[in-house]
């Protein structure tokens, strides 16, 4: 009920914009699945280009509808269709996955459609967009290990100053005696 206006609109967000929330009402009432994200692709892929211009994300989608009995008073319940999350950088094909993130909600709705339940499609509710802040673990980030885990020395875990820490981790492997200088964080070899 927060959405009485066409389009997405922002309704929620984390305090720190973490994860913000959009949602599209189907304010035409559109009854077929299919004319329903048609009527709001190219919004939701622009929207999402805009968003991912300014730093990587993660996003997805619920559909959400209400299904009754036919003839059955008080039958009505909600059922959403979900799809897992998905990155999206700057050069990313956003309208390619939109299609994809589709398909995989209709094909959610025909497998529950299919299942033989009685219950039958009264509306289209709308849509639900979720967008993450995508922050992957990049080249650089040492980690240091726990002291158990350290003191075993059974692991390759090179501190290093460059973006190459898997070049570093797989040439550590063929030093006789690689020693780290914990105070200077780089590689020293005796």
């Known amino acids: ?111 529950y459609s299919s299942k033989g339940s009685s219950f039958t499609l009264q509306c289209i509710d709308g849509l639900m967009l979720g967008v993450y802040k995508y922050t992957p673990m990049g080249g650089s980030s040492y980690i240091s290990l726990p002291a158990p885990i350290e003191n075993k020395k059974a692991t390759i875990n090179p501190q290093n100053l460059d973006m190459q820490c898997f070049k570093w981790a797989i040439l550590a492997r063929h030093v006789d005696s690689l020693k780290y200088d914990k105070n200077k964080t780089k590689h020293t070899q005796h």
């Open 1 to 111: 009920n927060l959405v009485q206006s066409p389009g997405f609109m922002e309704i929620s967000s984390s305090s720190n914009r973490i994860v913000t929330w959009y949602y599209v009402k189907n304010i035409s009432n559109i009854e077929n699945y299919i004319y329903f994200l048609d009527s709001i692709k190219s919004e939701l892929v622009n929207l999402l280009k805009s968003i991912a211009c300014n730093h990587p994300i993660k996003f997805n989608l619920k559909l959400e509808a209400t299904y009754n009995i036919p003839h059955v008073e008080y039958s009505s319940e909600n059922r959403a269709f979900k799809t897992s999350a998905r990155a999206i950088f700057t050069d990313t094909g956003v309208q390619e996955i939109v299609e994809e993130a589709f398909t995989k909600l209709m094909r959610e709705q025909s497998e």
